[in-house]
């Protein structure tokens, strides 16, 4: 088999061309993208500086293999460590979140020399064997069984439920701070502090997935620190190179010790560490976590008032920053395939009743009030 259609369904929408928050179809259409191809745009399509830095590293070095230094690569991690929550200084760069899960995985197994983990029901971790186990949708992991085994899933969000779960055999705990695939879930404050405290009274190591929460989406740099706790590993990708193929694991000093005989051919490449560089260069630069916090806020607001105005069939409107999600009281396909076609919005699903909104960080107020009158229409 071949074609994109093997791997994912195909929109009847060829992209030719972005800019900023835009997206331009082949026949020349504009689309508004609030999905921000799941969160892989921060700064935008082709951010400027990014496009700089690529072509300026793809000059000088395309690929080198990771055992000798590069300076791009080396100025990285020193990034990554720099903005990283409390003291997770170590750094290893993997070619995509699952990979960023899978290696979070076994630096756990490997540090504690235990084998159980505890995940949540909804929970989105990965397609890779290692990753899918962690997966809790059926859908997902039915094909390609047996799955590696110690996986036990407990309700998210209930701390008792958490807590009874981890023991003196537990290896880790894997949390999304917000559940994204899983329907825009936020955690809360309270429940990550209880993750925090039982993995440190077992010893077992706390992941925090912040593969999609990361990089200022929620108002924070990392929304494990609205939360003020600090994980053992925090595994991050989707936008941190602007698109290009790169996860990021951080880690503790206890689990990078312990981490045992791990590799990739591709990990670090020269070309996508400066796409990252540059990327996160401008996030803080430009102070991007500020605008999605406040623009995240005016988005809900406007969200829940024109719900409340003209009587839109929406259960609720949730999420923190700019990671939002709409329940809707009909299925969410309909709604996104109206968005697009009719409105010129394009914004994802998030399972079967959830209208996901990843937008790009830069959004303004005026591209909020674009997407609170296309939702209108649509669901009027």
């Known amino acids: ?100 899960n899978e290696a979070a995985l076994k630096f756990a197994r490997s540090a504690t020399g235990r084998e159980n983990v505890v995940a949540t029901k909804r929970a989105f971790h990965g397609r890779t064997l290692g990753a899918l186990s962690l997966t809790w949708k059926e859908k997902y992991r039915a094909p390609f069984g047996p799955l590696p085994g110690g996986v036990e ?18 290896a880790a705990v894997f949390l999304e701070p917000i559940q994204g695939e899983g329907g825009v879930h936020p955690a809360g404050a309270d429940y990550l502090q209880t993750a925090r405290d039982v993995t440190q009274d077992a010893g077992a190591a706390l992941v925090l997935d912040e593969i999609q929460t990361g990089l200022g989406r929620t108002g924070t740099m990392w929304a494990c620190e609205s939360a003020g706790i600090v994980p053992d590993v925090l595994t991050a990708a989707k936008g941190v190179a602007s698109g290009l193929p790169l996860g990021v694991t951080l880690c503790a000093d206890w689990i990078a010790e312990g981490a045992g005989n791990h590799g990739s051919t591709f990990a670090g490449n020269p070309i996508v560490a400066a796409a990252a560089g540059t990327t996160l260069t401008e996030i803080q630069s430009r102070d991007v976590p500020a605008n999605a916090a406040t623009v995240g806020e005016y988005l809900r607001a406007e969200l829940r008032a024109a719900v409340d105005a003209h009587d839109l069939p929406v259960r609720e409107v949730r999420g923190e920053g700019l990671m939002i999600g709409v329940e809707v009281k009909r299925g969410s396909m309909r709604v996104l395939r109206d968005l697009a076609v009719e409105e010129g919005v394009l914004a994802l699903p998030a399972g079967r009743s959830v209208v996901r909104l990843l937008p790009p960080l830069i959004i303004d107020e005026q591209h909020a009030d674009s997407v609170v009158e296309s939702l209108v229409e649509v669901l009027s």
């Not at 992209?15 to 969160?39: C, H, M, N, P």
């Not at 000059?59 to 080396?74: F, I, N």
């Open 153 to 170: 899933f407990v309700p998210y969000g209930d701390a008792d439920a958490l807590a009874a779960a981890v023991d003196d055999e537990t």
């Open 1 to 100: 088999m071949s074609g994109d259609g093997f791997v994912f369904s195909e929109k009847p929408i060829t992209i030719e061309r972005g800019e900023g928050v835009t997206l331009t179809a082949a026949d020349g259409t504009e689309y508004l993208d609030v999905g921000a191809s799941y969160a892989c745009t921060p700064l935008g399509h082709s951010p400027p500086a990014v496009v700089d830095a690529i072509s300026e590293q793809a000059e000088e070095l395309l690929y080198v293999q990771g055992s000798y230094p590069v300076a791009t690569r080396t100025a990285l991690q020193e990034q990554l460590a720099a903005v990283a929550p409390g003291d997770l200084s170590n750094v290893w760069l993997p070619n995509s979140g699952t990979e960023a």
